[in-house]
């Protein structure tokens, strides 16, 4: 067994953070497994490897940062929104390949099967935080000359990858829940930033989990329960909305 790898002196690595593999642990797991990446260093015949997020909720990024490596840089690309941090940490590399998260996953990561129970919440919660969208909306209704307006709410991951997708339905479908996976073809299309740069997306494929109103809302509650030790707080804070509209709210609105 390779010796532990030293900490650089200016930005240590809070590896523990991974090894003990608790609620932490696998949260940050599925941010990488989504948000994240692995890399062999470019020129290097050792076969080292850098790890690295990227996000444009900086606050989120820097609550990662944080608890791996404080102090570490930030950075930002030029004309681009999207935040980085990279740390090439063998021992953290190595733990995350030997969970799936390996280079260029984006159509062949599979969900890890392996992923105790008592932290599978958390797991996916880093990748929902990672990959995931969710809307709270109103949905009109008339019925006999009468207008009623009910809440409606959709949460669902997405991937390159139907591997990953079919995987995580059927852990889901274990302990339960009812998600339902659908393909989605997007056209190459033209996006404009907050910061009027632009950039294509090409045409492809991705996978849906798609959870709602019914289905959606245990799920919140599972994913973000009371005490967990990290979520991205633009999500939590609209996870905990959703949950607040339902919260007087009888079944049959629904």
Not at 53 to 80: C, F, H, V, Y
Not at 136 to 164: D, E, H, L, M, W
Not at 187 to 199: F, N, P, Q
Request: net charge positive.
């Amino acid at each position: 067994m390779a010796a532990p790898q030293s900490n650089h002196v200016k930005y240590p690595v809070n590896v523990e953070a991974f090894l003990r593999e608790d609620a932490l642990s696998f949260y940050l797991l599925g941010v990488f497994l989504t948000d994240g990446n692995i890399e062999k260093i470019s020129g290097n015949k050792r076969g080292l490897y850098r790890a690295g997020i990227s996000s444009a909720d900086e606050d989120w990024l820097e609550m990662i940062r944080d608890t791996i490596s404080p102090n570490r840089p930030i950075w930002k690309r030029k004309g681009q929104e999207v935040r980085r941090i990279e740390i090439a940490n063998q021992d953290l590399a190595h733990w995350l390949l030997a969970w799936g998260c390996h280079e260029r996953k984006s159509l062949t990561v599979e969900f890890p099967t392996e992923v105790p129970d008592k932290y599978l919440a958390d797991c996916v919660r880093g990748v929902f935080d990672g990959d995931g969208s969710l809307t709270v909306t109103t949905y009109r209704k008339v019925k006999n000359g009468r207008s009623y307006q009910y809440p409606k709410v959709n949460a669902y991951i997405c991937s390159g990858s139907r591997g990953f997708i079919s995987g995580l339905k059927e852990k889901l479908e274990a302990i339960g829940f009812c998600p339902s996976m659908y393909e989605a073809r997007k056209k190459e299309h033209l996006i404009i930033r907050r910061d009027k740069s632009t950039s294509f997306v090409k045409a492809g494929v991705t996978w849906r989990l798609q959870l709602a109103d019914r289905s959606a809302l245990p799920f919140l509650r599972w994913m973000y329960y009371p005490g967990n030790p990290m979520a991205m707080p633009r999500k939590a804070a609209l996870a905990s909305r959703a949950m607040s509209v339902f919260s007087n709210k009888h079944l049959s609105t629904l």
